[in-house]
């Protein structure tokens, strides 16, 4: 009788000291991907579309943020881009200590043993413009996108559930740092998938082409205002 194929290791089968020694070194973040036999990403927010998640399928990798670890069936890897202070107010930072899968922060903590530091001088040789002081992440998803495209080797795809970007906080300045890595995807070949909910990458009329249609959408959005 053949003997069994062993599946592939995993970022869980990692003993605790020997990953943090792993993720000290400047290509963590492509040691992570190693890690994990997934060559498809889900990057997972908090609207609606998070329903969709693909949490029972474990072709993809699920990178959740925040507290998800308490309210999604699976996470394969957390991005808590908070302040310790702002999390410990929030209530789960002794949760972080517990969890068995890399927790992505902006410095390491001795007190969380999965904890890692964010690669953002890597993010920032690799994506910050010319003349910009600092690179363009103005929330935690589009942190995770910057962080995936650094990956060696790159996502063949990824997903992306509950980041619909509706609410107008997100308008005003989360969506476009989005926008922009999912730009920087494409343009590597990763392919990208949004949810129809989302307003990511969307428009209701073609610029110049569609000029009567958009006055008449502009009236419609006008009166339903009033």
Known sequence: MSEQKKSAPTVRDVPPTEFAQM????EHAGEVAR???ARTLAILGYAPSVRAAPFL????????????MDVMPRIDMLFEMHEPAVVKIEGHWDRLKLLPVPVIMWDRHEDIPMSQAYPLEAVAARWQLPGMAIPYLTCSAS???AMALLLDPLPEEIHLYGTDMSR???HSHQRPSCEFYIGAARALGVRVVLQKETDLCKTLFLYGKDDTRRGTLSMKLAD???
Do not use: C, V, Y
């Open 23 to 26: 993720l000290a070194t400047a």
């Open 57 to 68: 399928d474990p072709s993809f990798h699920l990178w959740g943020m925040n507290d998800m």
């Open 143 to 145: 942190q995770m996108l």
């Open 224 to 226: 339903r205002i009033k």
């Open 168 to 170: 107008e906080e997100e």
């Open 35 to 37: 890690q994990s036999p």
